[in-house]
């Protein structure tokens, strides 16, 4: 079955710095990918997603880019403000016999320092 | 958009005792939801893929007998912890998909599960 593999566990970046998470999959037949904000004690909010036809995509100061060939994808956030500390999971969807499953990395606990 | 609602928000339970959480899709039917199970400071492990009218089907490592998964209409999925026991003791999430062929997800809001 498809894996997700998820780097860093943490990252440290100062206010306006930018920040960069990094994914793999194995599953060459995964088409979707979405990346998702986890506050503490809360459900996991849908930030931005890529399909494998598409390389680049973004949305303000978020961004990901996506290489099929080397099946790994990365989340780019620019001019980082404290409130997007968060964890933050990749998670790939292969296309299988029982539907569209959701497999998610391990995350990414985000801290932004005033 | 769309709206996953799950119930109970929290729950604490006594050491062999049941639970029973809800995931009702409020404005779209949803023919097939996924049960997650989030340790804390880890991630959502897929659990179960529930499926509208027929049995769910299960990820390698989880017990059927022991997380039962009951998706008797379109807008209604339930997860039942049978005989609960402390290392049980998670944060439970539900997922839906809005349409079918669309792999997007909409999540529940959670369930704590403590189990004393």
């Known amino acids: 079955g498809e894996n997700v593999e998820q780097h860093p566990s943490t990252l440290s970046v100062q206010e306006g710095d930018s920040a960069v998470i990094k994914c793999t999959y194995s599953d060459s037949a995964s088409n979707y990918f979405p990346w998702y904000k986890q506050e503490l004690g809360k459900r996991p909010q849908l930030i931005i997603d890529?399909?494998?036809?598409?390389g680049e995509k973004k949305d303000q100061r978020i961004a990901v880019t996506l290489n099929k060939t080397a099946k790994h994808f990365s989340l780019h956030i620019t001019e980082t403000q404290p409130e997007d500390s968060a964890v933050y999971f990749c998670?790939?969807?292969?296309?299988?016999?029982?539907?569209?499953?959701?497999?998610f990395g391990a995350g990414t606990r985000l801290f932004v320092k005033a | 958009g769309a709206v996953v609602s799950q119930h109970p928000s929290w729950v604490i339970c006594k050491s062999g005792t049941s639970v029973k959480i809800e995931c009702r899709s409020l404005?779209?039917?949803?023919?097939?939801m996924f049960w997650y199970r989030q340790f804390p400071k880890q991630s959502l492990m897929l659990m179960a893929t529930?499926?509208?009218?027929?049995?769910?089907?299960?990820e390698q490592g989880v017990e059927k007998d022991k997380f039962l998964i009951n998706h008797a209409s379109l807008t209604l999925s339930t997860l039942t912890v049978t005989s609960a026991h402390p290392e049980d003791s998670s944060f439970y999430i539900c997922?839906?998909?809005?349409?079918?062929?669309?792999?997007?997800?909409?999540f529940g809001a959670g369930t704590r599960l403590s189990v004393l």
């Open positions: 997922s839906a998909p809005p349409g079918t062929g669309k792999n997007i997800q909409y």
């Open positions: 529930s499926n509208e009218g027929s049995k769910a089907t299960y």
């Open positions: 404005d779209f039917q949803a023919t097939t």
């Open positions: 998670a790939a969807s292969p296309v299988s016999a029982g539907g569209f499953k959701t497999i």
């Open positions: 890529i399909r494998s036809n598409v």
